[in-house]
């Protein structure tokens, strides 16, 4: 079974009551359940995990056992070089994932320092945008 870590950056456990307009209503809860089913489907092992700090996203993208990396790195996608670097340094698929088209919002959101060590970004699918991801995660590895 491939394992699949997934990873909500900051401020991702206020999805349902943070800027709905922009984020959806949805909540992380609900999220994570949609994930969970269609990882199933896809017999995809998903270890789904929230973090707000940079250093315990570092230390779970160099520590956890996974095949590849779903990522929503919130705000640090705009500033982190370190999760860029963690990311290049473990050398597995990482797919980058944003809720928003981030390319359409303001001028400091649409450089992304994940980008250039993703396999790929979605961007803008609303929740949806993860379970394209986990999609997309099939098609990259092979059958397993
Ligand atoms: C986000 C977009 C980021 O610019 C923002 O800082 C977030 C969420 C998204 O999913 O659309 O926190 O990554």
Redesign the pocket.
């Known amino acids: 079974m491939i394992k699949v870590l997934v990873v909500h ?4 456990n206020l999805l349902g009551k943070r800027e709905p307009s ?2 959806g209503t949805k909540s992380l809860k609900a999220i994570n359940k949609d994930i969970s089913s269609l990882a199933s489907e896809l017999n995809i092992n998903a270890n789904i995990v929230q973090l707000n700090s940079e250093g315990e996203i570092l230390d779970i993208i160099q520590k956890a056992d996974y095949d590849a990396l779903i990522i ?4 640090y ?2 500033t982190s070089v370190a999760i860029r670097d963690a990311i290049a340094a473990v050398n597995k698929p990482a797919i980058e ?4 088209n ?1 390319h359409k ?1 303001e001028e400091f ?1 649409r450089k992304s320092f994940i980008a250039e060590v993703a396999h790929g970004q979605i ?1 803008g699918f609303g929740p949806e ?1 993860y379970l394209l991801a986990l999609r997309a995660v099939r098609s990259i590895l092979p059958k397993q």
């Not at 929503?72 to 705000?75: I, Q």
């Not at 994932?97 to 928003?100: C, K, M, Q, R, T």
């Open positions: 950056g900051p401020n991702l922009i984020y929503n790195p919130a705000a996608t705009h994932v944003h809720l928003s981030i919002r959101r961007s945008s």
